[in-house]
Each structure stands twice: as C-alpha cells, then as structure tokens.
C-alpha cells in the first residue's frame, strides 16, 4: 500500500496552548487525540521566528543562512531544493493546500530561461509543491493596493457565496458588524466581538474543507502541506468561538519588572515598538487572547473533522500525520507581541508527528530532547523509504523517537532572526547586514548572538525557567557564555554549501583515481599496478 503525507502547519501557534502541552483552561481534545496515537516532541524550535524565513526552512530542511530566504518575501533562490524535489525523486507527489509565505526568485528564473507557465517554472514559483490551492491569507489593502496581488481563492468563494464587496476576506471573515458600521479585525478593539460571516464560510473551515476535497480526489502516495493562516492575526473569530473564553480563563502573563530593568538594547528596541507598547497593556491582552484562544478551538474542533475523514476513509493505516506551527505569539509575555525574539512563547513551537506504523509502545510518548524544523525534511524521506540525502538536508529524521528508540541526539539547538527589515533596525541604528540574532539553545540554557557590538543574552531556565532574568553579562555565567559561543562557532563552521555531491560519491572518486588514468607523484612505473597504466606504454607514435 502506498503511503501518505498529512502535514498539518498553523500559523502563530503557540507551543503551550494546547491542553496536551498543559494549558489549564483552552481543550484541545483533537489535537490530544493525535499526540496519544503519535509522538509529541515538547522541545520544538524553529529555525527563525518569522513566517516566511521558518517556513523556508521547514520545505528545505536547511538552516536560514543555507538557503537565504531571511525575512517574509524575500525570494527562496532558485536551485534550493525542496520537500517536493526529495519526495518526487521517490514518486511521491507533493501538493500544496493554503500558506507558504513563499515568494519566486523571479530573476534567477528570468535568467535561467525558466517559464513560469512550464510545470518546473510553476513548482520553482511554489516552493518545489503542486498547488491544489495555494491562499496566504493576508488579502489587505490600503493607499498602495493589496499586499498579496495573487488571486485569493477564498475571496473568490466568499463572493460565490453571496458576500458582497471587493473584499469580504477582510469585510466578512475579519471584520465584525458594529451597529451597520465595519469593525475591522486589524483594531484589535474588536477582538471580542463576532465575526460578521457564517462559522462555516471562515477561513478555517473552508480550508479544512478543500483539504477533504483533496483526500476524495486522490488516491495515495502523496504529501500535502494543509497550511492554516490561523490563529494569525487579525484576532477575530465568529461566533460562537469569540466568547468561548472570558478573563478567568486566561493564563498569567509571563513577565517580571525586572525585565524592563536595564534590558538588553535590541530587547528593549522590541519592547519599545508599537506591538510591544500596545501588547504590554493589560486592556489589548484581555480583549485579543479570548479570541486567539476562541481561533484555536475552532481550529481544533475543524482537525476533528478532518480526523473523523481519514478515519471514516481507512486513511488512518497508511498515512503520516504532522501537526506543528511556523512560530510562536507572545501575547504580552516579556512586554511583547508578535514573535521576533527567541523567548519559548515565540521561537518554540507544537510538533506532534503519527507514524501509522509505529509500534503501539510508542504511542503516546512524549519525548523532551531538541528538535529543529528541519528534522521533518528527513523524517518524510525516510518515512517513504527513501536515503537521506544529508549532503543536503541539515535536520536528522525523526523516525528512531516515532518506533520508542532513543537515539544520539543533538546537544544544542539553533535558531536566527534577520530583523533588517524591521524599524527596529533603524532604532538601533544598524546596517542591514548587522541586524541579526543568532539563538543557541541547550537543555538548560537559552542564548542569543547580536551581531553590531552588543552583549550576548543569557537565560538558565533551571533556575529561570520563564526566561525572565538576562544572565549574559553576569560573570558567574562568564563560562556558559563562552561555551555558547564555541557551539556557535561550530555550527557556523557546517558544510552547508556542498550540495551537489555527496560524502559516498566523494568516497566513490577518491579510491577510483587510477581507474581513470591519474597518477599524482609517481615517480616509476614500478609503482603502478600495469592494468592501470596499459594506455600509457607501448611504441612512441611517429610525429606528423
């Protein structure tokens, strides 16, 4: 029986806000449902806190700085290779099903002479998938237009549905009616009011729809990438989820004084910023997290019913669940909003991964070792038997955890952040090439790398386990700060550019030199075994 790929990814996730993480008050029984049939791994980081630089990565299996693709819409060069290309060298098709973030190296393609209509030139333009249906999710527009110019099919079926307007993605699904007045979603204000569309008819259960639309129509040997957009902003869901959740529910906020005390320059640049100034205010934390918490239950209960398909299809036997997100919110914890910086509530992330051939002694596991984004790259090509190339993948596959192995595992943990594009930059007065963060983190401690002359950031989270009391300059820690960087050191020191061949076909060449005539120092022929140099002996040939 051919297998399949479900790999599941929302957007701005948080790692703990799931009831099997130990979230005290937001159930999420579907995905409980699946860490209890799989593995769920606690200790998940992205390889950047940003959409499009994490998600690169997660469809490479390649750290940032390998393929280049640092900050949202910067182009993913072409010649990167991809889960698609992987996978389809072992007749596995990839396709695409909402979010990728992803934007074309319209010019490396231009000079390639790679069309866009060709199939290469539209799998080149779409991260290395086939689209089924390709919607990031973020049709906004202002004085200069629409920030996504692609044609949002959710858009087109809103409209099919009888939502009026150029753009009900935004008038309907994030926006609520306010006495005949649009409260739109982008004014967190209005967090807890009810979007003004049918529960039905947004955006996660339409897409969960399309997924299922695709289970009908295919039959099996597949990887689907199922990309949510929720629960990203705008914060604001329909009824009934807005007011699922109302204040008691809420879970403190993970902050102290202290960290306002003299903080780190880049910390206090991001805590300075409007998002952070706004999501340090208690009124925008208890008005936007009952409707974040309200799009993760929607989001869960939607997974009950793509669960309740496989099942109900007999899909469960022989395909793969993954379950994950492309980064953390902070939602006021350390005075911050957004992601950005490599605290757990941005930079950690859910992965719960189902093997359906796993043994039943392994389901349910929980395993607390580190694991990277890019591990799932070789863990789907292992997963459909194929070899993994790690010439080219950087992560290391999970298959030994999802069978109850415990195999040798990486001691440390990385993450980067290019932030150039961010107003930020400018604060602190950097170049572009100065503005970025380098995370290292091991089993006890959390630190971080700023380029431009600043002072390392450190964090013991045995003793400071929510990362509140910044160590990096307190000469106690002078010798962990020092080992980070030698772990630094060494991981920048990887081979990350020698994808083209592999240490076998190395090997391979070495020991085949004088198969092919090449002799490097000999001095007599007596050296030489004859077979080897037959071609090179025998009457001189007369000259012309």
Known sequence: ????????????????????????????????????????????????????????????????????????????????MTLGDHLRKLGVDSWLIGKTHMKADAEGMERLGISRDSVIGARVGECGFDVYLRDDGLHSQGPAGFYDERRSPYNAYLKAKGYAGDNPWHDYANAADDGGQIASGWFMRHASKPANIAEQDSETPWLTSRIIDFLDDHGDGWLCHASFIKPHWPYIVPAPYHAMYGHNQLQAPIRAEVERDNPHPVYKAFMDSPVGQAFSRDEVRETVLPAYMG????????????????????????????????????????????????????????????????????????????????????????????EVPDHILEGRSLMPWLHGETPEWRDFAVSEYDYSCTPMRKTLGLTPRDARLFMVADARYTFMHAEGGFPPMLFDRKTDPDE?????????????????????????????????????????????????????????????????????KGAAKPRP
């Open 1 to 80: 029986m051919k297998k399949n790929i479900l790999f599941i990814m929302y957007d701005q996730l948080r790692h703990d806000y799931l009831s099997c993480a130990g979230h005290k008050t937001l159930h999420t029984p579907n995905m409980d449902r699946l860490a209890a049939m799989g593995t769920r791994f606690a200790n998940t980081y992205v390889q950047s806190p940003v959409c499009g630089a994490s998600r690169m990565s997660f469809y490479t299996g390649r750290y940032v700085s390998s393929h280049g693709a640092a900050w949202n819409n910067f182009p993913l060069k072409v010649g990167e």
């Open 295 to 386: 799009l993760i239950k929607q989001a869960d209960d939607q997974l009950g019913r793509l669960l309740d398909h496989l099942e109900a299809t007999g899909r469960m036997q022989n395909t793969m669940i993954v379950l994950t997100s492309d980064h953390g919110d902070y939602m006021g914890d350390h005075w911050l909003g957004e992601k950005d910086l490599f605290h757990a509530p941005s930079v950690k992330v859910p992965l719960i991964v189902v093997d359906p051939d796993a043994p039943d002694a392994a389901r349910g596991r929980v395993v607390e070792d580190l694991v990277e984004a890019i591990d799932l790259a070789p863990t789907f090509v292992e997963f459909m038997g194929g």
């Open 468 to 536: 509140l009391h910044d160590v990096g300059q307190d000469a106690g820690y002078s010798a962990v700060v020092s080992e980070m960087y030698d772990r630094l050191c060494k991981w920048s020191r990887r081979m990350a550019q020698r994808t083209t061949i592999s240490d076998a076909q190395i090997e391979a060449r070495a020991n085949g030199s004088e198969n092919v005539g090449i002799f490097i120092g000999v001095f007599d022929e007596g050296e030489v075994a004859p077979e080897f140099y037959a071609k090179y």
